[in-house]
T-cell receptor, first 112, second 116 residues
Framework: QKEVEQDPGPLSVPEGAIVSLNCTYS??????FMWYRQYSRKGPELLMY????GNKEDGRFTAQVDKSSKYISLFIRDSQPSDSATYLC????????????FGSGTKLNVKP | DARVTQTPRDKVTEMGQEVTMRCQPI?????VFWYRQTMMQGLELLAY????????DSGMPKDRFSAEMPDATLATLKIQPSEPRDSAVYFC??????????????FGPGTRLTVL
C-alpha cells in the first residue's frame, strides 16, 4: 500500500462548479502538505502548502488538513476551464522535510 | 524568469542502450531532486543532492541507474543498460533547502523516455 493515496479520476465538472480533491495518507509523521498542479506535458507547479492541521485559503483555492483522519482536501471555487489539469497532493514529515511523497494525481476537466 | 531546464525533452531508444538525461537547476539553488512519473506508480523520488553531495538515492535501482552532479549547474541521470520498464517521464526539481525546514521544489519540464 502506498503511503499517499489519491483517486485518479478523471473528474469532469461544468464551469463554475465547486471542485473537491482529496488524499489520504498512512504516516502520522507527515507535517507538511502540498498541492501541485500539472498541465499536460509540463512539470508540476506548487499551488499551496500547509503546515500541520487547519485551513489555508488563496483566492479560489482552499486547502484543508485533518490530521486526526489522515485526510487532506483541496477545494476550487468557481472552477474555470483553465483549471483543467492533474492535481497532485504531496507530503513530507518531520524527519526529512525535503523528501516529498506524492499521490498519483487526480485529472480534472472543467467543461465550458 | 528562473526555470529548471532539462534535456532532452523526448528520448526514444532501444533496450540495452545507455541513456543520459541532463538538468540545469535554478541558479543559486543548492538542492537537486530526480523524480520518475508513470501512470502506475505516480511521481516517485529517485535521488537528491544538496551542495552536489548525494543525500538519498534509496528510490533508485542501483544496478542500472546513476546520478551525479559534476558541478553546481549540471545534474545528470544515467541509465545503463536501459529496459522497457524504464519508460517514464523523468523530472528534475531544484530548491534552496536546509535540513531543518520545508522548502519549495521547482520542477523542470521533464524528459519523456521511451525504451523499445
Amino acid at each position: 500500500q502506498k503511503e499517499v493515496e489519491q483517486d485518479p479520476g478523471p473528474l469532469s465538472v461544468p464551469e463554475g462548479a465547486i471542485v473537491s480533491l482529496n488524499c489520504t495518507y498512512s504516516n502520522s509523521a507527515f507535517q507538511y502538505f502540498m498541492w501541485y498542479r500539472q498541465y499536460s506535458r509540463k512539470g508540476p507547479e506548487l499551488l499551496m502548502y500547509t503546515y500541520s492541521s487547519g485551513n489555508k485559503e488563496d483566492g479560489r483555492f482552499t486547502a484543508q488538513v485533518d490530521k486526526s483522519s489522515k485526510y487532506i482536501s483541496l477545494f476550487i471555487r468557481d472552477s474555470q476551464p483553465s483549471d483543467s489539469a492533474t492535481y497532485l497532493c504531496a507530503m513530507s514529515h518531520v524527519y526529512n522535510f525535503n523528501k516529498f511523497y506524492f499521490g498519483s494525481g487526480t485529472k480534472l476537466n472543467v467543461k465550458p | 524568469d528562473a526555470r529548471v531546464t532539462q534535456t532532452p525533452r523526448d528520448k526514444v531508444t532501444e533496450m540495452g542502450q545507455e541513456v543520459t538525461m541532463r538538468c540545469q537547476p535554478i541558479l543559486g539553488h543548492n538542492t537537486v531532486f530526480w523524480y520518475r512519473q508513470t501512470m502506475m506508480q505516480g511521481l516517485e523520488l529517485l535521488a537528491y543532492f544538496r551542495n552536489r553531495a548525494p543525500l538519498d538515492d534509496s528510490g533508485m535501482p542501483k544496478d542500472r541507474f546513476s546520478a551525479e552532479m559534476p558541478d553546481a549547474t549540471l545534474a545528470t541521470l544515467k541509465i545503463q543498460p536501459s529496459e522497457p520498464r524504464d519508460s517514464a517521464v523523468y523530472f528534475c526539481a531544484s530548491g534552496l533547502t536546509t535540513p531543518s525546514s520545508y522548502n519549495e521544489q521547482f520542477f523542470g519540464p521533464g524528459t519523456r523516455l521511451t525504451v523499445l
